[in-house]
């Protein structure tokens, strides 16, 4: 039995350090294909283009005197061919219109066809951080020699004016970014993005929740990775580390599987040893308990364990106590292991059987309570049984068929 659990501990053992190091090197290979993906999968991009700033007096002024310069620059990665992450900053200036007899970022230049308001300027920049998923790789799969994919992005930042009076607002972000493959490095990008501020960013506060800016915006983008219009450069680190992966997964499954066995094997070794074990236990205790027996039965004496009555009666007689109490001293040595069985008999040829049947009972249970009553045997030791009348059993004598055995139950 030591020897079984020594084994399945060994084996447990085993399987906890097989598991580390499987762990281990899994990690390992990680950490290596975000090292690749780090070095491969870098951009950079820079687009011009319009924007439209929406203010607190949009109607007064048109949408073609409304429309601004807008520049930005990002730099960003891409972890997997679906999902990457850019920073970046976009700014130079809004156009809007605000009031005349308290103007805000006024140019002094009236609005055409309303004098009650003239033309605005003011001068900002923001920046942002970006979550980017690519919907061409996640439609329609991964392609490195796709022409055009089609990116969605969301994002957040801190936008703030140059101009007096300085305002400030966070920014929400989001827009699709149209991507066209024109080499192994350079991409041309079409950008189209929303911006949301509070509503006092151009300096007037309108009653609105917030205001807005719409831009749209082109340019160029350079991937360091030499990737194409995936923006992943996969060769080198997805496709690498991900078999690498599988293959390091089949082993770490392998080996786990084989540990699971052995640790069943040495279980079901263990807990055979621990029935053979218990089963010898049980087999010493039954030796343990006949010796006792033997023992008890020969300290009593058959004389002693066998009581006659007289015909027709089931008086106890002071013989019979005598016999009884030395039965009970020999019971008491033998502690609360052995229990004993008093059995009830009666002549069989003499009175009729219920008369038989009384007497046996009778007879049984006048033994039962002098032992009790008389020499303090516990009740838990005795069990009754009475058989009514039966053939002669000893001698061919009907006497001593009219008696009481006290026997071990072990014994019956």
């Known amino acids: ?40 999968n870098w951009f950079i991009d820079v687009m011009g283009g319009g924007q439209i700033y929406f203010g607190d007096y949009d109607r007064q002024c048109t949408i073609g005197k409304r429309i601004s310069p807008a520049l930005s620059v990002h730099a960003g990665l ?9 920073v970046g900053y976009q700014g130079l200036s809004f156009y809007g219109a605000t009031k005349n007899w308290a103007p805000v970022y006024g140019t002094g230049e009236p609005v055409e066809g309303d004098n009650t308001v003239q033309r605005q300027k003011f001068n900002y920049g923001s920046v942002n951080a970006d979550f980017m998923f690519a919907l061409s790789n996640f439609i329609f799969g991964y392609n490195p020699n796709r022409i055009y994919s ?55 506060k309108g009653g ?36 690498a992966i599988t293959r390091e997964n089949a082993r770490l499954n392998a080996a786990l599987t084989s540990a699971y066995n052995e640790k069943e094997a040495a279980l079901a070794t263990a807990e055979s040893a621990t029935n053979a074990y218990n089963e010898l236990k049980e087999k010493m205790n039954k030796m343990k308990t006949t010796s006792k027996i033997q023992t008890v039965v020969s300290s009593i004496g058959y004389a002693s364990n066998f009581v006659t009555f007289a015909k027709g009666r089931s008086e106890l007689t002071n013989e019979n106590r005598l016999r009884l109490k030395m039965l009970a001293d020999g019971i008491k040595q033998g502690g609360d292991q052995i229990k004993y069985v008093i059995a009830g008999f009666a002549d069989k040829d003499t009175g009729t059987p219920e008369t038989n049947a009384r007497l046996s009972k009778e007879r049984a249970y006048n033994v039962y309570n002098c032992l009790i009553n008389e020499f303090g045997i516990n009740p838990y030791l005795l069990q009754i049984e ?21 026997l071990p139950a072990k014994q019956q």
């Open 1 to 40: 039995m030591l020897v079984a659990l020594f084994a399945m501990a060994a084996t447990t053992a085993s399987a906890q350090t097989e598991n580390t190091t499987t762990k281990i090197k899994s990690a390992d290979i990680y950490v290596s294909m975000m090292k690749e993906t780090a070095r491969k």
């Open 78 to 86: 891409w972890f997997t061919p679906y999902i990457g992450a850019r």
């Open 150 to 204: 089609l990116t969605a992005y969301v994002g957040a930042g801190f936008a703030w004016v140059y101009d007096q009076p300085k305002t400030n607002s966070v920014l929400g972000h989001g827009g699709f970014l149209n991507t066209f493959a024109i080499s192994k490095r350079f991409d041309i990008l079409v950008d189209l993005g929303v911006t949301i501020t509070n509503d006092h960013f151009d300096g007037e």
């Open 208 to 243: 609105r929740w917030g205001e807005a800016a719409l831009s749209l915006q082109a340019g160029l983008a350079y991937h360091f990775g030499g990737n194409r219009t995936s923006h992943f450069h996969r060769e080198y680190s997805f496709d690498k580390a991900t078999e």
């Open 386 to 406: 009475h058989k009514g009348g039966v053939e002669n059993m000893y001698y061919n004598d009907p006497s001593l068929s009219r008696a009481v055995f006290i």
